[in-house]
């Protein structure tokens, strides 16, 4: 790499690129597989990932429970590797979401899950890794090779690759109704627009003596929370709790204080109305607030002094998580650049990991 | 409260005979229940809690993975009180952990649950709590008033009466066989003798001046590592972050260093071995390793120098989950004491949290 973060920068520049190419290039594939779970009927669905495509799992299980009237959950994996467990997962979805493909625990789990009568799916961004073979079915992201090793254009490709087949799932023969893919397919270009604005940029400079922050967000905007804490963690080394609203208020509230940034997601439907009392209480612990969303009316939530905001479009949750979490990833790319620290090859990391 | 802490302490201390008394008192009627769930053969199960109920709920999901075959997740009760999903749960057990039965919209999923199909079950310390009052079968921890807000002697107590309930519907007609009654009978001795052990609190002494820890541990020791990082952020305002073992590997590594506390929690079965790699890479970055498990070879682990060891008992790792907790939360309270905070009554928060 020549200069530092050039990566990760051009991983970044790069996502709306990706979701034109996965809705161009992938639609066909992706409604074919929505088709084959749609004719199986499962019964309930598991996602298992690790790091970055958990949270992208998390979203797919909102969507699955919401959209679909599913029951969703996520697994652990060291259930089936470390324990030897052999759940009977027929009627079961068994989806498991990596980039590499090449976690062997992930591969495991898959493998057993489709042994034990799951219909089992990877999505990947590495159609001949372990993973994509394990599975029955498989979607490839196509999002071509990460530079950096904090991944940033293979999530969001996972978040628009499943929320492509769940919809699909919804669809006669997996195939988006004509609103549903408008919407969509208007995501390249919201997603240009997010990151022209620099604002999150400008923001990285007020936490370069932050010792710890905090995300927070609710439904859809919850695995954003925990995405943006991640890539702060992996490219700052800053200590970033990520919190849902709700368990906010269960505990981790009683470490806010004036020295403390809160990021807090908050979109224009149910989840972002739902944050209402939690930024009043935040508020009420004067910690130092900066609301990530669209640019207008909280449905009149006291913001309580959040002088800041960085402004993302007024879309549907399920589409606001693609794009929220871009300025938080220039976010972390500014802050780990002005910390001096190689935001593309974070110390003591690697691109696959390899836990069983 | 007449002096600083007293409370929590009370109820630290209470923990063997809360053991005592569940084992004695709730064998039979969470017997009945276990025979009543083995009846209706659910296909799957979902657990929802919040805050520490959540730590408790994610062990008996491992545990009912692991112990019956039947695969477990956790919901996230803002599908269904946020954005209004309705998924089919026939064929599903839906168990809501909480102390006070007091939150909402943990109500409110179990009593959509139950209209959805599913078979609900309520955990609580409160019978006539509206989460109790919503499912169709409860069991009572009886764990006596918590004087702290910051819950100990109730998330023990929620461990053990989801291991007798799991164990229970194993068994012909839910009464444990003799040799899990019997090891089970010795978890009010152990936890008396682990108690009696004060490295946990000499350690506190290290990490006054920590600016944040992480908490570390797989398996049926996960839960453990989450419940300890909450102890300390909710009592002393600590930042504490918690991954299992394969996660911290796929990012947050790269926050350690030699500034760093990683409180690891290494059990003597599968779990344990399995936190081999991770130790190694944690002792890579220099990071001020303690390791919380049996005084013994830790099956060949290379420590990497991590000096110190709280010691608890060597048991199977679905009790020590019971055990190792115990020390970290005299951790907790000897720190937030240490730092002159009132470990009673963390700023900011309620014991009952209110969220929708």
């Given at each position: 790499m020549s200069e530092l973060g050039t990566g990760m920068a051009a991983d970044i520049a790069e996502q709306p690129a990706v979701f034109a190419r996965l809705l161009d290039g992938q639609a066909g594939a992706v409604a074919t597989i929505a088709a084959e779970i749609a004719r199986r009927r499962p019964r309930h669905a598991i996602f298992t990932a690790r790091g970055t495509s958990d949270h992208a799992a998390l979203y797919a299980a909102y969507l699955t429970e919401i959209r679909l009237g599913i029951p969703a959950g996520l697994a652990s994996p060291s259930a089936i590797t470390v324990y030897g467990a052999r759940p009977d997962l027929r009627d079961c979805l068994v989806v498991g979401v990596s980039q590499?493909?090449?976690?062997p625990d992930l591969g495991e789990v898959v493998r057993v899950a489709r042994e034990q009568g799951a219909l089992t799916l990877a999505v990947t961004n590495?159609?001949?890794s372990p993973l994509a073979e394990a599975a029955e079915l498989h979607i490839d992201l196509?999002?071509?090779?990460?530079?950096?090793?904090?991944?940033?254009k293979t999530y969001t490709a996972e978040l628009l690759a499943l929320l492509m087949l769940i919809e699909g799932v919804r669809a006669p023969g997996g195939a988006l109704p004509t609103d549903e893919r408008e919407a969509l397919s208007r995501l390249p270009q919201l997603a240009e627009e997010t990151l022209r604005d620099s604002t999150a940029v400008e923001i990285a400079d007020r936490y370069r003596f932050a010792a710890r922050i905090v995300t927070t967000g609710r439904g859809y905007a919850y695995p954003t929370a925990r995405e943006a804490a991640l890539k702060l963690m992996e490219t700052s080394y800053l200590p970033a709790l990520a919190f849902s609203g709700a368990d906010l208020l269960h505990?981790?509230?009683?470490?806010?204080?004036?020295?403390v940034p809160v990021l807090a997601i908050v979109g224009a439907g149910p989840g972002g109305r739902s944050m209402r009392d939690v930024l009043a209480r935040v508020g009420e612990r004067r910690a130092d607030l900066v609301v990530i969303g669209p640019?207008?009316?909280?449905?009149?939530?006291?913001?309580?002094?959040?002088?800041l905001r960085i402004p993302t479009p007024a879309v549907d949750e399920r589409y606001a998580a693609l794009l929220d979490i871009l300025p938080l990833q220039r976010l972390a790319l500014a802050l780990a650049l002005g910390r001096g620290e190689n935001p593309d090859a974070p110390r003591g990391l690697k691109k696959v990991t390899s836990t069983l």
């Open positions: 590499s493909g090449g976690s590495a159609p001949g196509d999002a071509g090779p990460e530079r950096a090793i904090a991944a940033t505990g981790p509230l009683a470490m806010a204080d004036p020295d640019d207008r009316d909280l449905n009149g939530a006291d913001l309580n002094g959040a002088a």
